[in-house]
T-cell receptor
Framework: GQNIDQPTEMTATEGAIVQINCTYQ??????LFWYQQHAGEAPTFLSY??LDGLEEKGRFSSFLSRSKGYSYLLLKELQMKDSASYLC??????????WGAGTKLIIKP | ETGVTQTPRHLVMGMTNKKSLKCEQH?????MYWYKQSAKKPLELMFV???????ENNSVPSRFSPECPNSSHLFLHLHTLQPEDSALYLC?????????????FGPGTRLTVT
């Protein structure tokens, strides 16, 4: 079967750096997405990786290793507003998005 | 209006009721999606429409019936639901189901089946 694994919950301190890992086993690979979802709100797109390496976008970066079936989302200079769930999703060979259950990130002052 | 809108935002219905969820996208996208989101579970893809044609139906029970009259509108008709169908129902749209196009989500309909 297809599977996306990410930690259920993480805690970090305001101003620090946090890395959220995602491992996947899917039938085919057509890209990996990270979304942010604040409580009670819709998921919003953060990043897309289809080739190995690091994609940087301001305070957020996303890394992909296709050979390892592994990605991480790196958040720098954490702010209280970064408290949210972070969803990892992979497009499989049928171009369907397979979703992880999300990582709830708690930021403490 | 911009983005993806959904109505109603909240819905409480009995198991014998019939109701419909509505989604509208103002982004000029060709593909629209229905997802179910339950607490602490991954998003479950229910239906995909591309250029008004249904391209995916992920073994969804027949008590959920989608309708896509045009590329901007998507409905989910509900009848004789079960309490386990209580969840957040999210609509999304994208330029194309394939490739690296991200999906844009609406705010969701919080459904409670009593």
């Amino acid at each position: 079967g297809q599977n996306i694994d990410q930690p259920t919950e993480m805690t970090a301190t305001e101003g620090a750096i946090v890395q959220i890992n995602c491992t996947y086993q899917t039938s085919g690979f057509n890209g990996l997405f990270w979304y942010q979802q604040h409580a009670g709100e819709a998921p919003t797109f953060l990043s897309y990786n289809v080739l190995d390496g690091l994609e940087e976008k301001g305070r957020f970066s996303s890394f992909l290793s296709r050979s390892k079936g592994y990605s991480y989302l790196l958040l720098k200079e954490l702010q209280m507003k970064d408290s949210a769930s972070y969803l990892c999703a992979v497009k499989d060979s049928n171009y369907q998005l397979i979703w992880g259950a999300g990582t709830k990130l708690i930021i403490k002052p | 209006e911009t983005g993806v809108t959904q109505t109603p935002r909240h819905l409480v219905m009995g198991m014998t009721n019939k109701k419909s969820l509505k989604c509208e996208q103002h982004l000029g996208h060709n593909a629209m999606y229905w997802y179910k989101q339950s607490a602490k579970k991954p998003l479950e893809l229910m239906f995909v429409y591309n250029f008004k044609e249904q391209t995916e139906n992920n073994s969804v029970p027949s008590r959920f019936s989608p309708e896509c009259p045009n590329s901007s509108h998507l409905f989910l008709h509900l009848h004789t639901l079960q309490p386990e169908d209580s969840a957040l129902y999210l609509c999304a749209s994208s330029q194309d189901p394939s490739g690296g196009y991200e999906q844009y989500f609406g705010p969701g309909t919080r459904l409670t089946v009593t």
